[in-house]
C-alpha cells in the first residue's frame, strides 16, 4: 500500500512537463529562481485546492518550496492568488513567468450539491426523457422504492426535434428550418443559462447538431454538442454527458475567469478566450488537470468541464504512481486523505486505471477518466 497526502497530488502536477534543468544540485530557491530569470523560461507551480487548505509546490530545476494557505470555498481563486503573490514574494521571480497546473473540485462539488447552471436539452423527438429513465441497470434493483437522484435538466427544460437519422447515416426526417426557429424561441421564453444538444446518431451524422448549435448561438448562452463532447454510440451515456457538461460550463468559466485575472496570471501579450470572455493571458500560462490524469488549457476546461470533474484526485494518483515506481514498486492502492473527501484508487503493473463508465453524483459520465473511489 503506497499512502499519497494534498502534496503529493500537486507535486505530480510539476512532474508532468519539468521546465529545463538548472545547474546547482541542492541551491536555494532563491538563486534558481535567479537562475530562471536570467534563462527566461516559466516556472511551474502545482496548486491543489480542498475543502480545507489550498496546497503550493513550487519547482525550478531541482529545487522546491512547498506551502499551505488556508482555503476559500465562497471562491477559490482567491486563496490561489495569495499563493502566488506569496511564490512571487518570497522567491522574486516576475509573476510574468509563472506557470500554473491546477487541480480542482469545483465541477465536482457543483454537481454533488446541485448547484450547477439552469440548463436545457434539445434532443430528438420522443427521446426527451432518456435521461430520467436511464437504463435497467442500477444500485437496487430489486428495491420498488429506490429513489433515484433527480435529473439535471427538468422536463420543462427538454425540447424534442423533428430530426431523424439511422445508423447508417440515412436521413429519415430532414431538419427544418421553420421548426429551428421556433426552437431558438422556446430555448429564449425558457430564460436557460446553459444549452445541451444530443440528438439521436449525431456521433455519424454531425450536421443536425451544427445547424443546430450555429441558430442558438445567437441566444449568447454556452452550448455544449454531443457530437463534439463525446461522439460516441448510446444514446444514454452521451445525453448525460453532455447534460453534464453544460451544466457546468458557466460555473467553471466564471471561476477560470476570476482565476485568470488574478495579478500571477494576467498578462497583455496574447488574448485568448476562457468560457465567453476574451481575457489577455499567456500561452499555457494557466492549465488545468483532467480526470484522465494529463492537462489542459483553461479554455479547453472552461468549454469543456465534464473533462475536470475528478480534477483534483488525479493528481494524487498520478503523482503516487511516480513516486512508487522510483521506489521500485509495481503494485500500489494510493489513499489521498483530505477535509472533505478521501479517495482510494488501485494502480498495478500496467498503470493507471482508466474507465468511461463512472457514475459521479448518480449521473453516468462517459468520458475517459481514472478509476477512484471516493
Not at 115 to 137: K, M, N, P, S
Not at 176 to 183: F, K, P, Q, T
Request: with cysteine; hydrophobic share 40%.
Amino acid at each position: 500500500m503506497f499512502l499519497v497526502n494534498d502534496f503529493a497530488s500537486v507535486y505530480s502536477w510539476l512532474l508532468l512537463s519539468e521546465p529545463p534543468a538548472v545547474a546547482g544540485g541542492l541551491a536555494s530557491v532563491t538563486s534558481t529562481v535567479t537562475t530562471a530569470k536570467k534563462k527566461n523560461y516559466y516556472v511551474r507551480v502545482g496548486v491543489d485546492t480542498g475543502g480545507t487548505f489550498t496546497d503550493f509546490v513550487y519547482q525550478a530545476g531541482g529545487d522546491l518550496l512547498i506551502f499551505k494557505v488556508g482555503s476559500t470555498p465562497d471562491d477559490p481563486s482567491r486563496a490561489i492568488g495569495d499563493g502566488l503573490r506569496r511564490v512571487a514574494d518570497e522567491t522574486g521571480i516576475a509573476l510574468s513567468l509563472i506557470e500554473v497546473v491546477h487541480g480542482t473540485t469545483v465541477g465536482t462539488n457543483a454537481l454533488l450539491q446541485r448547484r450547477g447552471a439552469r440548463t436545457a436539452l434539445v434532443t430528438t423527438a420522443g427521446f426527451e426523457d432518456v435521461i430520467e429513465i436511464g437504463r435497467q441497470a442500477r444500485p437496487e434493483l430489486y428495491n420498488l422504492n429506490a429513489v433515484k437522484p433527480p435529473p439535471l435538466v427538468p422536463g420543462e427544460l427538454r425540447f424534442g426535434v423533428n430530426a431523424r437519422v439511422t445508423a447508417a447515416r440515412e436521413i429519415l426526417d430532414p431538419l427544418r428550418d421553420s421548426e429551428v426557429e421556433e426552437l431558438v424561441e422556446k430555448l429564449l421564453r425558457a430564460n436557460c443559462e446553459s444549452i445541451a444538444v444530443s440528438l439521436l446518431f449525431s456521433f455519424v451524422y454531425p450536421q443536425h447538431e451544427r445547424k443546430i448549435a450555429k441558430a442558438l448561438a445567437k441566444l449568447g448562452v454556452p452550448l455544449s454538442i454531443s457530437s463534439q463532447i463525446l461522439p460516441e454510440y448510446r444514446e444514454y451515456e452521451r445525453t448525460s454527458t453532455v447534460t453534464v457538461n453544460a451544466y457546468l460550463q458557466p460555473l467553471m468559466g466564471r471561476y477560470l475567469r476570476r482565476l485568470t485575472r488574478t495579478a500571477a496570471i494576467e498578462s497583455k501579450r496574447s488574448s485568448k478566450k476562457i468560457g465567453n470572455s476574451k481575457l489577455k493571458t499567456q500561452n499555457s500560462v494557466l492549465r488545468v488537470m483532467q480526470s484522465s490524469g494529463g492537462s489542459i488549457s483553461a479554455e479547453a476546461a472552461a468549454n469543456e468541464p465534464v473533462r475536470t470533474i475528478l480534477s483534483g484526485p488525479a493528481g494524487g494518483v498520478v503523482g503516487a504512481m511516480r513516486a512508487a515506481r522510483a521506489a521500485g514498486l509495481a503494485n500500489i492502492i494510493t489513499f489521498d486523505m483530505g477535509g472533505t473527501s478521501t479517495d482510494v484508487a488501485l494502480c498495478d503493473r500496467e498503470g493507471m486505471r482508466l474507465t468511461n463508465e463512472s457514475i459521479i453524483a448518480g449521473v453516468p459520465v462517459a468520458i475517459p477518466m481514472m478509476d477512484i473511489h471516493t
